[in-house]
């Protein structure tokens, strides 16, 4: 039978990947002041990964009974909510960058600075995350 508490492992990959990839490529594009979209396009689709990876998490993971892992999740579910707010306010930027073709350059490098946060704070709770599994739950 399918449990459903293997969704969140089974998504949380795709936004730590997508994320940092994106942000290389914006990097790479912001430097080279190219207006090639694949940063821009991968943060969308690292957006939606987020949302769908920390809504797994929140609903379809269990709760612990041991505080020590109780803590462990709430420190990891923090930054990941951190994580989802970071993408969504960069990808609102990018938006907005095509909307108000006046603001186009000030949007693209406020964006880049949430994005390059939310990277960071992927990072971080990716981290946290294997803290939580290799060296908690495992040894249990």
Do not use: Q
């Amino acid at each position: 039978m399918f449990n459903v508490a293997h969704i969140h492992p089974m998504l949380v990959h795709f936004p730590i990947a997508l994320g940092l990839l994106g942000w290389l490529l914006a990097a790479v594009a912001l430097v080279r002041r190219s207006s090639f979209p694949c940063g821009e396009i991968i943060l969308y689709f690292a957006v939606l990964s987020a949302i769908a990876a920390a809504s797994a998490g929140a609903f379809f993971t269990p709760d612990f009974t041991v505080p020590k892992l109780m803590e462990a999740k709430n420190i990891h579910s923090t930054f990941a909510g951190i994580t989802v707010t970071m993408f969504c306010v960069a990808g609102v930027f990018y938006i907005g960058r095509h909307l108000f073709k006046k603001y186009s350059v000030l949007f693209r490098n406020i964006g880049f600075v949430f994005y390059s946060l939310a990277a960071v704070f992927v990072a971080v709770t990716g981290y946290f995350g294997g803290v939580l599994v290799y060296n908690d739950l495992l040894k249990m």
